[in-house]
Nanobody, 127 residues
Framework: QVRLVESGGGLVQAGASLRLSCAASGLTFSFYPMGWFRQAPGKEREFVAA????????YYYDSVKGRFTISRDNAKNTVYLQMSSLKPEDTAIYYC????????????????????WGQGTQVTVSS
């Protein structure tokens, strides 16, 4: 059974940094691309970042480019999202996700391409 557990959220002031972690179990982690999504109050869930399984290529939503960095540690079965220069509009519940397919030759960036989801971690950025 695949399980994804996020941690690291919290309440910070604008301009601060946070690092989110997502610990994965129940899958051969190194063969899966991983993604981060977020959902702000009253809004649909949106893509934030994703990382490939093979060459660690990364993809970002335009609004977080240059501020957020996704990375992974296959030895720890963990994917990270380092967030810097946080803005109030980054306030959301952040979810990590994994697709059911593995060793795929592309990085999924759409919500429908992901099958497994964590419970989410709240990030609140005050102005």
């Amino acid at each position: 059974q695949v399980r994804l557990v996020e941690s690291g959220g919290g309440l910070v002031q604008a301009g601060a940094s946070l690092r989110l972690s997502c610990a994965a179990s129940g899958l051969t982690f190194s063969f899966y691309p991983m993604g981060w999504f977020r959902q702000a109050p009253g809004k649909e869930r949106e893509f934030v970042a994703a990382i490939n399984w093979k060459d660690n290529n990364t993809y970002y939503y335009d609004s977080v480019k240059g501020r957020f960095t996704i990375s992974r540690d296959n030895a720890k079965n963990t994917v990270y999202l380092q967030m810097s220069s946080l803005k109030p509009e980054d306030t959301a519940i952040y979810y990590c996700a994994a697709p059911q397919a593995y060793e795929i030759p592309y990085v999924p960036v759409f919500e429908y391409q992901y099958d497994y989801w964590g419970q989410g971690t709240q990030v609140t950025v005050s102005s």
